[in-house]
């Protein structure tokens, strides 16, 4: 099953229906239960999306498209907001997914953690090439007085010199 994990608000995150249904419950009941346990839900575990927000994320997810005509603003929830939505629902098929999940967003991070190996190891060669390029360029400035043609000696004047 394949997780869909945008990113909101600069963090990593699951809508409530793909959670809702990676859980085996209604969309609904999930967000009943984080209603009732909104203690357990703070903003860095899970929040509303604003009404932009909703847009972009309807334009840009196919399989969310039918968040286009709901009347609530969808939730959203970080890996830990996934964890603690598995602890409320407390359901088998919650616990499962809750460890599918975290492999999930583990894995996620790994592959960011790949990439700014990448990033870091390409400025390191950026920074060698420039350092080669100023080098090169200095050989060129004293190579280029050789590459010019001897100045030709002054002709001598025939005749008589006072």
Known sequence: MDIPILTLRGL?????ADLARLYGVLTKRLNEQVKR???RFPEDFAFRLTAEEKQQVVANCDHLANLKFAKSLPWAFTEH???MAANVLNSTEAVKMSVFIVRAFVKQREV?????????RLAE??????????????????????????????????????
């Not at 960011?112 to 870091?120: E, G, R």
């Not at 350092?131 to 008589?160: A, E, M, S, W």
């Open 81 to 83: 907001g996934a964890l």
């Open 112 to 120: 960011l953690l790949t990439n700014a190996t990448i990033l870091k």
């Open 37 to 39: 346990n909104t203690d």
């Open 12 to 16: 990593p995150v699951m809508m409530d």
């Open 125 to 162: 060669i950026d920074q060698s090439l420039l350092v080669h390029d100023h080098v090169l360029c200095d050989i060129y400035q004293k190579l280029l007085p050789l590459l010019q043609p001897p100045p030709t000696p002054p002709k001598r004047r025939i005749g008589f010199i006072d």
